[in-house]
DNA sequence: TCTATATGTAAAGTATCATTGTCATAGGAG
DNA sequence: CTCCTATGACAATGATACTTTACATATAGA
């Protein structure tokens, strides 16, 4: 599963632990969910959203 | 993570079983995703959203 | 009553998510 | 060069997600 965390971040200029502070989340996780190691859970997925301000469509995509 | 998937299956008369196979899952994860007893992974909340022709956040919410 | 379908729950196992801790590399500033 | 930040990655651990098998209840129909 791709995402767009990579773009929005620059978009905003927030570093991974920029981003992983305000998800309230370790930035390996924000690395590993960047780089596509591993999807996150919905909840987190959800709060993704939230902080980027856009639905979860528009982040993260069903190809690959 | 509340979601609406009892009221979704009934406007299709579809049973916990009948969608178990669209989803291709077992009939006891969608027996505890609806009940509340754990959310689904991202990929899987995908699908979900894929069979009923909706968008994530149309069928999970975010309250409680 | 007997049978079939639908639903809820439980145990036990495997796979994935998220954590902390650690290491390594690259780039910029002093 | 030295220091600091940013990024990527790995190991180990605990928490969740999902599986199969199984048992229980309720309801509807012959």
New binding site residues.
């Given amino acids: 599963m791709k995402n767009r965390l990579?773009v929005l971040?620059a978009e905003r200029d927030w570093?991974?632990?920029?981003l992983?502070t305000r998800l309230?989340?370790?930035?390996?996780?924000v690395?590993?969910?960047?780089?596509g190691?591993?999807?996150?859970?919905?909840?987190?997925a959800f709060r993704i959203a939230d902080v980027f301000g856009l639905a979860i469509e528009e982040i993260f995509l069903r190809e690959e």
């Fill in positions: 990579k971040r570093s991974q632990q920029d992983a309230e989340v370790s930035r390996q996780s690395n590993a969910i960047e780089t190691r591993y999807d996150p859970s919905l909840p987190l």
